[in-house]
């Protein structure tokens, strides 16, 4: 079992900047791949970032992020963030962190997710 908590959701104006955190505990993660969703309201979820527990390639869905989020890890502290600058209201959203092994498709784990509310 893998038990993934997220933190550091909130309120911040258009043009602000939130760190997420994903604080990951349970069985060893260095075969695991983790990655950022969210989910607006009315909205599918849907892929934000991600990067595999052991090595350095991230990944981005482009069409979201376009250069304003970013992905990271501090093995020590199990934990994944996700800094995310320059917002915009389209990024409100509930964020979630999930995490999957690096042979599946599947996500098998997911956090309880974290609200960010973007203000105009």
């Known amino acids: 079992q893998v038990r993934l908590v997220e933190s550091g959701g909130g309120l911040v104006q258009a043009g602000g900047s939130l760190r997420l955190s994903c604080a990951a505990s349970?069985?060893?993660?260095?075969?695991?791949?983790m990655g950022w969703f969210r989910q607006a309201p009315g909205k599918e979820r849907e892929f934000v970032a991600g990067?595999?527990?052991?090595?350095?390639?991230?990944?981005y869905a482009d069409s979201v992020v376009k250069g304003r989020f970013t992905i990271s890890r501090d093995n020590a502290k199990n934990t994944v963030y996700l800094q995310m600058n320059s917002l915009k209201p389209e990024d409100t959203a509930v964020y979630y962190c999930?995490?999957?092994?690096?042979?599946?498709?599947?996500?098998?784990?997911w956090g309880q997710g974290t609200q960010v509310t973007v203000s105009s």
């Open positions: 999930a995490a999957r092994t690096v042979v599946s498709r599947n996500y098998d784990y």
């Open positions: 990067m595999r527990w052991s090595g350095d390639d991230t990944y």
């Open positions: 349970g069985r060893t993660l260095s075969t695991y791949f």
